[in-house]
């Protein structure tokens, strides 16, 4: 098992900056890969960018990129996700997830929203105008 808890959401206005981060514990040794997602009211839950524990390869849906850096520790157990230039559609729950070395996704798309096998709870993120 493997739990993730996400910190540093909050509000913030157009154009400015926050840092997520995600602590993973319990079967960290598991780690195959990484992602944030988010999932505005109303909207379906999108993958936001993905990295590989050991490859690192990062990945970004194509609304955030140039804005957003994902980033993991060298430990694999804390990822960041450093949110630039934030427009209001970025307001949104974000939550972190991982997928297992065991996962029968390897291989599949990470910001898919369907192959991640743990979650976290999420944190709120919302940009005002």
């Known amino acids: 098992q493997v739990q993730l808890v996400e910190f540093g959401g909050g509000s913030v206005q157009a154009g400015g900056s926050l840092r997520l981060s995600c602590i993973a514990s319990g079967d960290t040794s598991s780690n195959y890969c990484m992602g944030w997602f988010r999932q505005a009211p109303g909207k379906e839950r999108e993958g936001v960018a993905a990295i590989y524990r050991v490859a690192g390869h990062p990945r970004y849906a194509d609304s955030v990129k140039g804005r957003f850096t994902i980033s993991q520790d060298n430990s694999g157990n804390t990822l960041y996700l450093e949110m630039n230039d934030l427009k209001t559609e970025d307001s949104a729950m974000y939550y972190c997830?991982?997928?297992?070395?065991?996962?029968?996704?390897?291989?599949?798309?990470?910001?898919?929203?369907?192959?991640?096998?743990?979650w976290g709870k999420g944190v709120l993120v919302n940009v005002s105008s």
């Open positions: 997830a991982q997928m297992t070395r065991r996962s029968r996704w390897i291989g599949a798309n990470p910001l898919r929203n369907d192959v991640m096998d743990y």
